[in-house]
């Protein structure tokens, strides 16, 4: 890949890279990038799209910088030219324009994975817009052979997820009565590791959820994967890494699928065939999922980025899974940082908490601290909601005398809650009134 600069005219030249990903590229379109690795030796790293890019160039990048680039030409060998003149917040509109439409909640993936890693039959487990759940399903009711007994390559019984891939893998290749490759062994492993790596991932809902368990989630949220690797930080436990780890190897699975974006009926002329689809199907469902849980962090990042030069409030935002038996309930977390401009030393915190979980329903809390005074408002969109909040205040008031701080107020009501926006803001239009 070339990119050119059309003012001082230095190339970057692109190796190693996923043409699955990259050959999606469209003359006149723009894309941004993130430096994530300055130049050393003349060899630069860079992020497209959560695609890590090796990049050989001569300009000056420094980690962190933002880059916009305007597809002159797609193909094998796409080029791009660098766009110089876009401010920052153009740059954050033009990324907030492709990761809004596909983002999602998290728990949606989660909870479509909970069909594949079940012991259930899969009809006892399909629910309504779980598509993953329903094509599963139907390809049980179509393939209802026994697959208990499936082998995993080190030898030993499948767990449930390792089954449930052979079996799709299988159907997929169309090969019933052929023995699996080793690289469909490879790919089946894969996939069940990368899969198991997310799910454990959450924090679990059957013991108390602890100061540590979030502080780690938090850590762990993707919010840092770019900045850890800049250091050189591991990030094998990150949620994005996690995500981009899974995506590569179900672009790689598409890639070499020609069924995987087909737009063929599911019912063919023969069960095998129709086995074949559903099958690609569901992998290309789970990519969906996928990309939207991934656009998703990324937003988060976005709403991340320091809001002013002086550093005075950083707001930091994520989305906290919390496993169950029925699936996962996804906690919003903001955090927000405002230093004093009078006083560097005094600094105020707010934490803002959103969930829905039944049958108390939506409910909004808003905690302030500053020094060792804390506040905290609840609003309750359920009477039933509003009866627990009143009857847990005064636990959480022993709750915060116990750790030693002030209770300034501590107060809820019953209405409408009021969302966190998620958004980051933006000065710059997301829409163009231009045609």
């Known amino acids: 890949m070339q990119i050119t600069d059309p003012i001082n005219n230095p190339r970057l030249f692109i190796e190693q890279t996923r043409s699955e990903t ?52 797609g193909g094998n060998r796409p080029e791009l030219q660098l766009i110089r003149n876009l401010t920052p917040e153009a740059i954050q509109a033009l990324a907030l324009k492709r990761i809004l439409p596909q983002q999602q909640p998290i728990h949606q993936l989660l909870n479509s994975l909970k069909p594949l890693t079940s012991t259930l039959p899969a009809t006892a487990v399909a629910a309504e817009g779980n598509k993953i759940a329903q094509l599963l399903s139907q390809i049980t009711q179509l393939n209802p052979g026994n697959t208990s007994q499936i082998q995993n390559p080190q030898g030993g019984t499948a767990n449930p997820l390792e089954r449930h891939i052979q079996t799709l893998m299988t159907l997929l290749q169309n090969s019933a009565n052929q023995p699996s490759s080793s690289s469909t062994n490879k790919t089946v492993s894969n996939l069940t590791q990368q899969i198991t790596q997310l799910i454990n991932q959450t924090v679990s809902g059957n013991s108390p959820i602890t100061a540590a368990a979030v502080r780690h989630a938090f850590e762990q949220s993707g919010l840092f994967m770019e900045s850890n690797l800049a250091i050189g930080n591991a990030v094998g436990t990150d949620f994005k890494a996690s995500l981009l780890k899974l995506l590569s190897e179900l672009q790689t699975l598409s890639a070499s699928n020609p069924l995987a974006n087909s737009s063929a009926t599911v019912r063919a002329n023969d069960t095998a065939t129709t086995l074949q689809l559903m099958a690609a199907r569901l992998f290309a469902e789970l990519q969906l999922l996928n990309e939207g849980t991934l656009a998703r962090i990324q937003l988060h990042q976005l709403a991340s980025l320091p809001q002013d030069e002086s550093n005075l409030r950083q707001v930091w935002q994520f989305e906290l899974p919390i496993s169950h038996p029925e699936g996962h309930d996804d906690f919003f977390i903001r955090f927000e940082k405002e230093t004093s ?44 909601g509003a009866s627990r909040l009143e009857s847990t205040l005064p636990k959480l008031s022993k709750a915060f005398e116990k750790a030693g701080l002030t209770i300034g107020r501590l107060s809820f009501r019953q209405g409408i809650t009021k969302k966190a926006d998620e958004l980051p803001s933006s000065p710059s239009p997301l829409l163009d009134e231009k045609a």
């Open 22 to 73: 990259l050959g999606q590229l469209r003359s006149g379109q723009v894309v941004t990038a993130q430096v994530i690795k300055p130049a050393t030796n003349g060899m630069a790293q860079i992020d497209i799209g959560g695609m890590k890019l090796p990049v050989e160039t001569g300009i000056k990048l420094e980690i962190g910088q933002q880059l916009a680039l305007n597809v002159i030409k």
């Open 341 to 384: 401009t009078t006083d560097p030393s005094e600094t105020r915190w707010t934490v803002v908490l959103n969930f829905d979980i039944p049958p108390a329903g939506p409910i909004s809390a808003k905690i302030n601290l500053e020094g060792d005074v804390i506040s905290s408002h609840f609003t309750a969109e359920s009477e039933e």
